[in-house]
């Protein structure tokens, strides 16, 4: 069952512009993760805010968590032609037996030179 | 050298062969995952393993099988291969919330 949504489907921006994307969720959390997956390759962790941290930062990336309207922001600050990917959500509900994380279908960003 | 790697990176089959994909794992993790990957969806969790001797079906786990042969090691095999197996295989290791994947397995059943 899909637990994280993300939004858009796809994004296309150009160099040095910020890249927006959105995560909304379904049921409560323990916390959200963002994973980045270049083209058929495995994913890479990005960033984890937990249920109680409204906002995060690493580096070129901040994430916003609202708790109250089950969603989640990632914004890619100045984007790069390296940051073309796709950006997945994945959460831990805490309805979960076993810490399992449930991935959203993703958001695919292109930046365009 | 990468700390998750799959074997094989590419194969391709038949309808109705078994196939097994092995992962190895060199980060010292107790859990280990196997999940799929389809055009323009996300993962999703075929089986997990929190230690040798802990096995737990996922999401989508008929028509496939696990081995856990070792803490480093996580096999994920399929009896009757078909052609809606047709997908993405990643194998993912953690020891708390982040997991670490594997560069991934691309099947394909003719």
């Known amino acids: 069952s899909q637990q994280g949504e993300e939004d858009p489907q796809a994004l296309s921006i150009q160099e040095g512009e910020n890249a927006t994307m959105n995560c909304s969720y379904k049921t409560s959390i323990n916390n959200l993760q963002w994973y980045r997956q270049n083209s058929g390759r495995g994913l890479v962790h990005l960033i984890l805010?937990?249920?109680?941290?409204r906002e995060k930062h690493s580096g070129r990336l901040r994430v916003t968590l609202d708790t109250s309207k089950k969603s989640s922001s990632l914004l890619i600050t100045a984007s790069r032609a390296a940051d073309t990917a796709s950006y997945f959500c994945?959460?831990?509900?805490?309805?979960?037996?076993?810490?399992?994380?449930?991935f959203g279908k993703g958001t695919r960003l292109h930046i365009l030179p | 050298d990468a700390d998750v790697t799959q074997t094989p990176r590419n194969r391709i089959t038949k309808t109705g062969k078994r196939i097994m994909l092995e992962c190895s794992q060199t980060?010292?993790?107790?859990?280990m995952y196997w999940y799929r990957q389809d055009p323009g969806l996300g993962l999703r969790l075929i089986y997990y393993?929190?230690?040798?001797?802990?096995?737990n079906k996922g999401e989508i786990s008929d028509g496939y099988s696990v081995s856990r042969q070792a803490q480093a090691k996580f096999s994920l095999s399929l009896e009757s291969a078909i052609p809606n197996q047709t997908a993405l295989y990643f194998c993912?290791?953690?020891?708390?919330?982040?997991?670490?994947f594997g560069p991934g397995t691309r099947l394909t059943v003719t």
């Open positions: 980060k010292g993790h107790d859990r």
């Open positions: 993912a290791t953690s020891a708390g919330a982040e997991q670490y």
């Open positions: 393993s929190f230690d040798v001797k802990d096995i």
């Open positions: 994945a959460t831990d509900a805490v309805e979960n037996r076993d810490d399992k994380i449930i």
């Open positions: 805010i937990r249920s109680n941290e």
